[in-house]
C-alpha cells in the first residue's frame, strides 16, 4: 500500500538538484501532486530553475544555487503544494494508439498469454480495454509508463534483457505497460507495436505524449500497419521538399 507524505520529503541530489519525493510507490492522487507541483514551478518560471521532471511520486528539480539558494527553493516547493491548481487542462478524449498485436510485432504475446493460462485473443482483449493515464515519461525520450493495466496481465519482465528493441514496441514489465520511444536495450515482454512516432525531433513538440495524458489501444492487422507507415513516409517525403 502506497503511503502519501503528510509533508514532502526534500531530497538535496548535489550541489544543484533537489528531488521532492511525495508519496513511497505509485498512486494516482500522490502523482496528481506531482503534476500540479510540476505545473507551478512551469507556469512561474522562478529565477535560477533549469530542468523540472516529474516522476510516478516525485519531481526532480535542477537548480542554480546562486539564484535561487536550497532553502529558497525548499519554500517555492511549500508555496507551490498549497497554491490552487489553476493550470490543469482536462483532456478531451485519450490519445488512441494503435497496436499490432503478436507475430513479428510481438514475439513475447504467446509466452505471456501461456505464463497467465490465457488465450492470446484474451490479452489482446486485456489489454486494449483499459484508459491508460501516462505517469510519466523517462527511460529514453518520449518513453511513456503508463497506469491502469490490468492485474490480470501482470508478468515478469525477460530474465534476459534483449539488446534491442525497435521503437514502437508495446510491452509489459511487472505491473506496467509502456511503449519503446526508440530504438534500445530492453528487459519488457514485448507484446505489440505502433507504427507511430512517440519521438520525433522534426516536430514542434517532439513528444507525442505527456505525463497527464490518457491514451488508448486500438488493435490493428498488419496490413493497416504497413499503411501507417506508408502515410507516415509520404508525409516525410512531403515535407523534405
Known amino acids: 500500500m502506497t503511503i502519501i507524505y503528510g509533508s514532502p520529503r526534500f531530497l538535496p541530489c548535489g550541489d544543484t538538484g533537489l528531488s521532492v519525493e511525495l508519496a513511497d510507490g505509485i498512486d494516482r492522487q500522490a502523482n496528481d501532486r506531482v503534476q500540479h507541483l510540476f505545473r ?20 526532480f528539480i535542477q537548480y542554480q544555487p546562486w539564484k535561487c539558494s536550497f532553502e529558497n527553493l525548499v519554500m517555492l516547493v511549500e508555496d507551490g503544494l ?37 488465450t492470446v485473443d484474451e ?37 534476459e534483457p534483449r539488446k534491442w528493441v525497435s521503437a514502437g514496441s508495446v510491452g509489459i514489465a511487472d505491473r506496467q505497460t509502456g511503449i519503446y520511444s526508440i530504438d534500445s536495450p530492453g528487459g519488457w515482454q514485448l507484446i505489440g507495436k505502433t507504427p507511430l512516432r512517440l519521438f520525433d525531433l522534426n516536430q514542434l513538440e517532439p513528444f507525442l505524449l505527456n505525463p497527464g495524458d490518457f491514451l488508448q489501444f486500438v488493435p490493428i492487422t498488419q496490413n493497416e500497419f504497413k499503411c501507417y507507415l506508408r502515410h507516415y513516409e509520404l508525409c516525410s517525403r512531403y515535407l523534405s521538399r
Open 82 to 118: 498549497m497554491a490552487p491548481d489553476s493550470g490543469q487542462v482536462q483532456q478531451a478524449a485519450p490519445v488512441r494508439i494503435p497496436v499490432c498485436y503478436g507475430g513479428v510485432y510481438g514475439p513475447d504475446l504467446d509466452e505471456v498469454a501461456a505464463f497467465h493460462g490465457m
Open 40 to 59: 507551478y514551478f512551469r507556469a512561474k518560471r522562478f529565477a535560477g530553475i533549469l530542468d523540472l521532471n516529474p516522476t510516478y511520486r516525485s519531481l
Open 123 to 159: 490479452v489482446v482483449s486485456f489489454h486494449s480495454a483499459p484508459e491508460y493515464y501516462v505517469y510519466m515519461i523517462g527511460f529514453t525520450p518520449g518513453f511513456p509508463y503508463l497506469g491502469g493495466l490490468d492485474e490480470r496481465l501482470f508478468t515478469p519482465r525477460k530474465k
